[in-house]
Structure formats: structure tokens, C-alpha cells
């Protein structure tokens, strides 16, 4: 499985973003998909999680309301619109699958198998 993020940028706070992840070389959908971000000098954490069918999704506190991960099983891809940014969601953002057979979601980066090389999101006040 290979994972390939983009779509970071540089924007100013309050603006919104999108990003994108293409998958290869799996069977998209028996992959629960996450998003991850890691701050300079933080700990990786996680943002949000989508279940195979995109039925189910589970945020980070700090980003609901503001963030919606989503994913198109056709294209093998999976979003994260981010809307509403401030500075402090300034970090690189990584795309990750997990092959699952009953969990819907995960939180937990070390459930997570495959990742994506991380695309860097940058707020500006």
C-alpha cells in the first residue's frame, strides 16, 4: 500500500485548505482511513478517522466543527477539508490506512499500518 499526500500550503488563519490522499496498490476499502498531524517540536496526533464506507467519522476535539475527513472509494482517495485555521494547526499532516475487519475508526497512530509522506499545512497569522 502506498500512500500519497497533498494539497498543504501556506494560507492565512481563518482561510480553509484541502487536503488529498491517493492510495495504490490496496483494496481501498478494507482500510480505515486517518489523518495525523505533527507540529514542530509535538508529538504526532491524531485529527480524524474514517471508517470504510465513510459512514463513520471520529475528530479530534480540536478540530470539530472546523475539519471533515472524507473519502472516495472509487477514486482511492481520501480529504480533509479544513476550514477555519488558525496558527496552531500549522503542521505537517499524514495520511494513514489500517486494515480493520470489525473497528470503524481508529485513533490510535500505532494501529495504523501504511502511511503517507506528509504534506505541510502552514497558518499565518
Known amino acids: 500500500v502506498q500512500l500519497q499526500a497533498s494539497g498543504g500550503g501556506l494560507v492565512q488563519a481563518g482561510n480553509s485548505l484541502k487536503l488529498s490522499c491517493e492510495a495504490t496498490?490496496?483494496?481501498?476499502?478494507?482500510?480505515?482511513l486517518g489523518w495525523f498531524r505533527q507540529a514542530p517540536g509535538k508529538e504526532r496526533e491524531f485529527v480524524a478517522s474514517?471508517?470504510?464506507?465513510?459512514?463513520?467519522?471520529e475528530y479530534a476535539d480540536f478540530v470539530k466543527n472546523r475539519f471533515r475527513i472524507s473519502r472516495d472509494n472509487t477514486k482511492k482517495a481520501v480529504y480533509l477539508q479544513m476550514n477555519r485555521l488558525t496558527p496552531e494547526d500549522t503542521a505537517v499532516y499524514f495520511c494513514?490506512?489500517?486494515?480493520?475487519?470489525?473497528?470503524?475508526?481508529?485513533?490510535?497512530?500505532?494501529?495504523?499500518?501504511?502511511w503517507g509522506q506528509g504534506t505541510l499545512v502552514t497558518v499565518s497569522s
Open positions: 494513514a490506512a489500517a486494515s480493520s475487519d470489525t473497528v470503524l475508526v481508529m485513533r490510535s497512530s500505532e494501529e495504523y499500518e501504511y
Open positions: 496498490g490496496c483494496r481501498f476499502t478494507d482500510y480505515v
Open positions: 474514517i471508517s470504510w464506507t465513510g459512514g463513520t467519522t
